[in-house]
C-alpha cells in the first residue's frame, strides 16, 4: 500500500512541475492542437470529459492482429477498448453496472458500429468484467489521466 502512495505522489508531484514548466507558448500550442470533436464516418463526435452510461459489447479473434484507428495491431489479449468518440489514447475505468466489476483500458480504436452500444472491449477487458459469456453489460465509462491508469495498472497484482 505504500508503494502505491509513494507512486501515485511521485506522479502527482511530476504532473505539477511539468505543468509549471510549461512556457507560455507551448501552453497556447498545447491549446491549439486541443480538438473537441472529430469525425467518424462523416458524424461529429463530441469530446466527454464526464461518465458515460451505455451497453458494452466485445470483440475478439475475428479482429485480432488487425490494424486499430492508433494504427497499432489490435490485440484481444491487451486491455484496450473501441469508442465512437473519445480521445484515442486515452484512457477510461470501465464498471460492469451488473457486478461492480472494474477496469483500466486504453482506447486504441473506434466504434462499436452495431446498434446503440457506447463501447467495443477487448476479450481480456470483458473477460475480467465478467461479460464474456453474455457478450454485453450495462456500464459505466470515466475518463480518467494517463497518470492516475499507470499508478493503478501498477499497483495491480499482476
Known sequence: MNKLITTIATIALCSFFSNVLTTPAEAKSRKHHRHHHHKVHHKVYKRHTDPRHGLASWYGSKFHGRKTATGERYNMYAMTAAH???????????????????????????????????????????????????????????????????????????
Open 84 to 158: 465512437k468518440s473519445l480521445p484515442l489514447r486515452s484512457y477510461v475505468q470501465v464498471t460492469n453496472l451488473r457486478n461492480h466489476r472494474s477496469v483500466i483500458v486504453r482506447i486504441n480504436d473506434r466504434g462499436p458500429y452495431h446498434g446503440s452500444r457506447v463501447m467495443d472491449l477487448s476479450y481480456a477487458a470483458a473477460k475480467e468484467l465478467g461479460m464474456k459469456s453474455a457478450g454485453t453489460a450495462p456500464v459505466e465509462i470515466t475518463p480518467i489521466s494517463e497518470l492516475v491508469a499507470v499508478a493503478q495498472m501498477q499497483g495491480r497484482p499482476g
